[in-house]
């Protein structure tokens, strides 16, 4: 989305793979295991964002885009919000009941504006006391996936290395559609392993199918120069911005069902801004769905129950209307 200083959004194919680190050394792809889908029931959180001085004559303290909320479901799960506003407590008992968690792109100071040292917002610390969570969960034999879009990847690895100069600049401004470059390792990962995973890694690699829409990314060089990065992510993929310059586009972490993209495969179903150009067509679509498709069933590894259906519905999406809004967001949700 569209930022305002500081504020954090979201190669040929030689040079991609020339630009990426040696494999992770346990040099194990299967990691971490995935166990058998033990649910057809899975509920998702997706942590929500501080509301935005843009969002003229609308009341509330944070908001969820409806596209994300609508691409989880698109996947076969349903949504529950994680409030950037919760206690700690709450977010805890939340996350331990939920089967997968979402970072949303948008628009959200990681830092506080001036802050000097930096000091992290509320956004950053709430994403990683979720993100620590989830990695201490896993640590405990409970498979828990989580994923980053845009805003979400970034955090993603301000989570992982806790610097601010993790972000770098880029020109990814006005939106643009784009095609990926991919690494040598994205084949044998495991959200591109099986033989519809290939076949849309070609699509991918073909065709200009995914939306950006960002100011800050991630450099491929910082994988090289800060081991606490290559050692938790796998690069799959790499874009470049109108200027040229290469970002990392996709990763998946080796130890962990965490994955993330610089790109926005929600919008390609669900948002319809015409001074966007967000691509719609079929092989679009069938991105989108392949990646909500592969979250969700991620999810459904994931063993984690409310005690019964209504402790949970309280905490259900279904409980608040969306806004349309028409324009950049066809849709938020907004929390009070």
Same mark, same amino acid.
């Given at each position: 989305?569209?930022?305002?200083?500081? +504020?954090?959004?979201?190669? *040929?194919?030689?040079?991609?793979?020339?630009?990426? #680190?040696?494999?992770?050394?346990?040099?194990?792809?299967?990691?971490?295991?995935?166990?058998?889908?033990?649910?057809?029931?899975?509920?998702?959180?997706?942590?929500?964002?501080?509301? @935005?001085?843009?969002?003229?004559?609308?009341?509330?303290?944070?908001?969820?885009?409806? *596209?994300?909320?609508?691409?989880?479901?698109?996947?076969?799960?349903?949504?529950? =919000? +994680?409030?950037?506003?919760? *206690?700690?407590? @709450?977010?805890?008992? $939340?996350?331990?009941?939920?089967?997968?968690?979402?970072?949303?792109?948008?628009?959200?100071?990681?830092?506080?504006?001036?802050?000097?040292?930096? @000091?992290?917002?509320?956004?950053?610390?709430?994403?990683?006391?979720?993100?620590?969570?989830?990695?201490?969960?896993?640590?405990?034999?409970?498979?828990? =996936?989580?994923?980053?879009?845009? $805003?979400?990847?970034?955090?993603?690895?301000?989570?992982?290395?806790?610097?601010?100069?993790?972000?770098?600049?880029?020109?990814? @401004? #006005? #939106?643009?559609?784009?095609?990926?470059?991919?690494?040598?390792?994205?084949?044998?990962?495991?959200?591109?392993?099986?033989?519809?995973?290939?076949?849309?890694?070609?699509?991918?690699?073909?065709?200009?199918?995914? +939306?950006?829409?960002?100011?800050?990314?991630?450099? #491929?060089?910082?994988?090289?120069?800060?081991?606490?990065?290559?050692?938790?992510?796998?690069?799959?993929?790499?874009?470049?911005?109108?200027?040229?310059?290469?970002?990392?586009?996709?990763?998946?972490?080796?130890?962990?069902?965490?994955?993330?993209?610089?790109?926005?495969?929600?919008?390609?179903?669900?948002?319809?801004?015409?001074?966007?150009?967000?691509?719609?067509?079929?092989?679009?679509?069938?991105?989108?769905?392949?990646?909500?498709?592969?979250?969700?069933?991620?999810?459904?590894?994931?063993?984690?129950?409310?005690?019964?259906?209504?402790?949970?519905?309280?905490?259900?999406?279904?409980?608040?209307?969306?806004?349309?809004?028409?324009?950049?967001?066809?849709?938020?949700?907004?929390?009070?």
């Amino acid at each position: 989305m569209r930022t305002i200083v500081p +504020l954090l959004l979201c190669l *040929s194919a030689v040079s991609a793979l020339e630009a990426q #680190p040696p494999p992770h050394p346990n040099n194990d792809h299967s990691r971490p295991h995935q166990p058998p889908q033990i649910t057809d029931r899975p509920v998702i959180g997706i942590l929500t964002l501080p509301m @935005e001085s843009g969002f003229a004559n609308i009341t509330g303290n944070s908001y969820i885009a409806g *596209s994300y909320v609508y691409w989880a479901q698109q996947g076969g799960a349903r949504v529950v =919000p +994680l409030r950037v506003d919760h *206690s700690w407590t @709450e977010l805890e008992y $939340l996350v331990r009941n939920l089967n997968g968690v979402l970072f949303t792109g948008g628009g959200a100071d990681m830092y506080v504006p001036g802050s000097n040292p930096p @000091e992290m917002t509320s956004y950053q610390e709430t994403g990683c006391f979720i993100y620590n969570l989830i990695k201490r969960l896993n640590d405990q034999g409970i498979y828990y =996936p989580l994923w980053g879009t845009c $805003l979400g990847f970034q955090l993603l690895h301000q989570c992982a290395r806790s610097n601010i100069t993790t972000l770098q600049r880029f020109d990814g @401004e #006005p #939106p643009y559609a784009q095609r990926n470059h991919f690494t040598r390792s994205a084949s044998h990962s495991r959200l591109f392993r099986s033989k519809p995973g290939h076949y849309m890694m070609d699509l991918m690699a073909e065709e200009n199918l995914q +939306l950006l829409s960002h100011n800050f990314g991630i450099a #491929p060089w910082e994988y090289k120069s800060f081991h606490n990065l290559s050692d938790t992510y796998n690069v799959l993929a790499t874009m470049q911005d109108r200027n040229g310059n290469s970002f990392v586009s996709i990763i998946e972490a080796w130890d962990y069902p965490i994955y993330g993209t610089q790109f926005h495969p929600e919008k390609n179903i669900y948002e319809w801004d015409i001074t966007v150009p967000i691509p719609h067509g079929k092989n679009a679509v069938r991105m989108a769905t392949y990646l909500a498709d592969f979250f969700a069933s991620e999810a459904r590894r994931n063993p984690n129950q409310f005690t019964t259906e209504e402790e949970l519905k309280p905490w259900l999406i279904y409980n608040w209307d969306p806004l349309f809004l028409d324009g950049y967001f066809n849709q938020i949700f907004t929390f009070l």
